[in-house]
């Protein structure tokens, strides 16, 4: 029995972990999980699981009288603890934002196995992660669907085998259609073949989320970002591909189904001998394949561009980012606007070469003040 930690229970995917861990109670128990502020999910989830470990933003003086088996652990250092809690087995990173880095890192310091959807910790902090992984004989496993199955197409092949490795994208709801200042909320949240959380979808909107999983594939399977080709498959069924030399091509399809990589990550290195969600049939419809349009995304490349500069950029990028996409679904900005300011916060910030960890978590802090003041002072023009 593996007893799992997971952090942000009440996301999207969290959900999708949770459905895992119902359909195998005999192999997996939820020990713990973050829920942050949606108490009553919280009630909902400890009446089911039973866990003996939760965190939450605050403290509820209600809940421990409810539930005197639980213990309550509060706030970001509540989360951390949690992570590296030694009764744990698995942590499973599925909160938002750079609040990931510092539990992720936790984890992998007390040689966890760290199943991780957290992007933005390994976009920020990618570097220290993998050392950390390294030298406490940590285990990392990606999460997202595109990096999970990258993770398993590249087992066994030495990189001097490998041309390219391919990371897929719908295209979003914009993939044929102009980006404008008619463009509403609703429109952004129209993702045409995922069902995800808001701040991921505005993201995938934009081609912000691949821009960021190019950074990730990076750190993750020891690349450059020259040897990463984004293509568009508005299918989202061919979640990677790798190119190798000789010409021939290895591919991983499943449905768009966050159920699926959660099953996987899960049962890794084992397989599952059946298949709880149903059997996926790739013959159903045609696949297609397109190059992206940088002048329309012109996020994808400026992101190639602060993955060659590196230093604290990628952690200044997750954390404009993060702002912009919060104030833009408040209504106080114009999503066509998003990219020219993202590129506007990055470049204007110095950059550090070579960074310790606690200076890429000082540039978090400060990119997200620098963001909201750009915003709050000169924000007239950015709801127009």
Same mark, same amino acid.
């Given at each position: ?15 999708? %972990?949770?459905?895992?861990? $119902?359909?195998?109670?005999?192999? !997996? ?11 009553? #999910? ?16 605050? &403290?509820?003086?209600?809940?421990? /009288? ?34 990931? !880095? ?7 310091? +007390?040689?966890?196995? /760290?199943?991780?959807?957290?992007? *933005? ?41 490998? *041309? ?9 709801? !914009? /993939?044929?259609? &102009? ?33 960021? *999983? ?27 591909? %790798? ?47 397109? *190059? ?9 490349? !400026?992101? $190639? ?21 919060? #104030?833009?679904?408040?209504? $106080? ?32 802090? +400060?990119?997200?003040? /620098?963001?909201?003041? $750009? ?10």
């Amino acid at each position: 029995m593996r007893r799992i930690c997971l952090l942000g229970a009440t996301g999207s995917v969290g959900g999708s %972990v949770l459905s895992v861990i $119902r359909q195998y109670p005999e192999l !997996f128990t939820l020990y713990g999980f973050s829920a942050w502020s949606n108490i009553g #999910k919280t009630i909902a989830l400890i009446e089911e699981f039973a866990p003996k470990y939760v965190v939450l933003a605050q &403290e509820h003086p209600d809940l421990p /009288l409810m539930f005197p088996n639980v213990e309550f652990m509060f706030g970001e250092e509540g989360i951390v603890d949690l992570a590296m809690h030694e009764e744990n087995d698995t942590i499973i990173n599925a909160v938002t934002g750079t609040a990931g !880095f510092l539990p992720s890192l936790g984890a992998l310091k +007390k040689g966890k196995t /760290l199943i991780i959807a957290n992007k *933005e910790s390994l976009v920020a902090g990618g570097k220290f992660l993998i050392e950390a992984e390294k030298k406490y004989n940590g285990s990392i496993i990606p999460l997202d669907s595109e990096h999970l199955a990258l993770f398993d197409l590249l087992r066994g092949k030495e990189s001097s085998e490998i *041309e390219e490795i391919i990371l897929t994208a719908s295209g979003g709801p !914009f /993939l044929h259609k &102009e980006i404008n200042e008619t463009i509403s909320i609703e429109d952004v949240l129209n993702h045409p073949t995922w069902k995800m959380g808001m701040h991921i979808t505005v993201n995938s909107a934009n081609m912000m989320n691949k821009g960021l *999983e190019l950074i990730e594939a990076i750190y993750l399977f020891g690349t450059t970002e020259d040897k990463i080709r984004i293509l568009i498959h508005p299918q989202s069924l061919v979640h990677g591909a %790798v190119h190798c030399k000789g010409s021939h091509w290895h591919m991983l399809a499943s449905p768009t189904d966050m159920r699926y990589p959660a099953l996987y990550a899960l049962f890794f290195p084992e397989t599952p001998k059946e298949a709880p969600f149903g059997i996926y049939d790739p013959t159903r419809e045609p696949l297609e394949f397109l *190059e992206p349009d940088e002048k329309k995304f012109p996020l994808l490349p !400026f992101i $190639r561009q602060v993955a060659r500069e590196n230093g604290v950029l990628p952690a200044v990028l997750c954390a404009a980012n993060e702002v912009i996409v919060e #104030k833009f679904l408040e209504g $106080r900005i114009k999503f066509y606007k998003i990219p020219d300011l993202i590129q506007e916060i990055v470049e204007n910030y110095p950059n550090i070469a070579n960074p310790s960890a606690e200076e890429i978590l000082i540039a978090d802090k +400060k990119a997200r003040i /620098l963001t909201l003041e $750009r915003i709050t002072f000169k924000g007239d023009d950015l709801r127009l």
